[in-house]
């Protein structure tokens, strides 16, 4: 009996170690391939990468100096990660980069390292520089993740601060926005997750001054139901309106009608009249009937 303890203890011991090492095996293969490295890319010239992946690198410059830059100042490298958790921190935004602001000096040759988190494609893209060296003003890193990319270019030599963003649809509206500041900059973008003024604020409604404007709440009188009250005096503007459409139309119409009649009937003797009367019902009758199976029929068709 001891020996068949000591046995299924040893078993479960055993289970337990073989799950531990079967579920560190699990977490290490997705570790490894969670970021998928981007480094074979073909050179299609001016400075375009591509992979067959969908890696793209756009604007690359290691040696072309700027214009007013005699000589690379430094090296430096960042690495930039962008992906929905990083929205987590700015109400109102889904993507995001974990850093929105970088500092760097004129003509420094920085090398960008940029990780994509998501199981979507993103782009660190770069606007505004010289177009006769960055084609289209732009560098740009892209790829579809949780994947990872490097580029480099260098900066050029006046005080700038240039926009950074992620072009895919929306995503630079909702978070994925950023600058590069160079030298001490020139004027910052708005709508900086944690940085800058948004454009257009948020609006949550109706502001305390709003309600300052409304109109005074009707206290209900004493007995009488709040609710039944509150209706009316909200109903009070639409029945006015109608009320006085009503009277307008009686104003004016009833004299029309009268004055209709009494040239239809004039010089006619009293039988004649009584017979004109009953015609007239009638094909007002006929007409009013005609219209309501037109109506009927519509409704049924539909
Ligand atoms: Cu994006």
């Not at 293969?29 to 970021?35: G, P, T, V």
């Not at 030599?157 to 001490?184: F, P």
Request: overall charge neutral; charged content about 20%; proline content about 6%.
């Amino acid at each position: 009996m001891r020996l068949l303890t000591n046995m299924a203890t040893k078993s479960f011991w055993l289970i337990g170690a073989a799950l531990l090492l079967a579920s560190g095996a699990v977490s290490a293969a997705e570790k490894s391939e969670q970021i998928v490295e981007h480094k074979m890319l073909m050179d299609h010239g001016g400075g375009h990468l591509m992979d067959m992946d969908g890696g793209m690198v756009m604007g690359q410059n290691k040696e072309t100096l700027p214009p007013g830059c005699s000589r690379i100042s430094g090296d430096e490298a960042i690495t930039v990660r962008a992906g929905h958790k990083y929205a987590r921190d700015y109400p109102g935004t889904m993507f995001g980069f974990d850093t929105h602001e970088w500092h760097v000096k004129p003509c420094t040759r920085l090398t960008v390292t940029f990780i994509n988190e998501d199981h979507i494609r993103h782009q660190w893209m770069m606007h505004g520089l010289p177009k006769f060296i960055y084609d289209k003003g732009m560098f740009h890193l892209e790829m579809t993740g949780p994947a990872k990319i490097t580029g480099t270019l260098i900066l050029p030599a006046e005080d700038r601060t240039y926009l950074v963003h992620c072009d895919i649809a929306q995503h630079m509206e909702k978070g994925m926005k950023g600058q590069l500041i160079v030298g001490k900059g020139s004027v910052a973008f708005p709508s900086i997750p944690g940085l800058t003024d948004y454009v257009i604020p948020d609006d949550y409604g109706p502001k305390v001054s709003d309600s300052v404007k409304a109109p005074p709440v009707i206290i209900p009188a004493p007995g009488a139901p709040a609710d039944k009250t509150s209706a009316t005096a909200r109903n009070k503007p639409s029945s006015n309106g109608t009320f006085v459409l009503g009277l307008i139309l009686g104003v004016v119409g009833t004299p029309l009608g009268i004055s209709y009649y009494r040239r239809r009937y004039q010089g006619m003797t009293g039988q004649e009249a009584l017979n004109q009367a009953l015609n007239d019902a009638r094909s007002i009758l006929d007409k009013v009937l005609g219209f309501l199976t037109t109506l009927v029929g519509g409704v049924h068709k539909k």
